[in-house]
């Protein structure tokens, strides 16, 4: 059975910095592309970064040069290192990889306050 665990979220202030984890198993992670989303309240989910097995990395516009995705495919894990944090940033953080079907991880909150 697939798992996806979050870890590393928490309470920032502006233009700190977070990194978060993901810890994938049942999965051949070395296959898969993995990506990071985030839904803040009231707001639908959107998808922040990308990675691929072949270490292609995507982002969205309002994270591009501030956030970066990377993965360890020897501790099965994906990251999102997160510097220059903004309040608009503020949102529960969710890992997911497709592979025959979806999976979600279970989400870690992210809050950028002063």
């Known amino acids: 059975q697939v798992h996806l665990v979050e870890s590393g979220g928490g309470l920032v202030q502006p233009g700190g910095s977070l990194r978060l984890s993901c810890a994938a198993s049942g999965v051949a992670f070395i296959l898969v592309n993995m990506r990071w989303y985030r839904q803040a309240p009231g707001k639908q989910r959107e998808l922040v970064a990308t990675?691929?097995?072949?270490?292609?990395?995507a982002y969205v516009d309002s994270v591009k040069d501030r956030f970066t995705i990377s993965r360890d495919n020897a501790k099965n894990t994906v990251y999102l290192q997160m510097n220059s944090l903004k309040p608009e940033d503020t949102a529960v953080y969710y890992c997911?990889?497709?592979?025959?079907?979806?999976?979600w991880g279970q989400g870690t909150q992210v809050t950028v306050s002063s």
């Open positions: 997911y990889t497709h592979l025959g079907q979806v999976y």
């Open positions: 990675i691929t097995s072949g270490n292609i990395t």
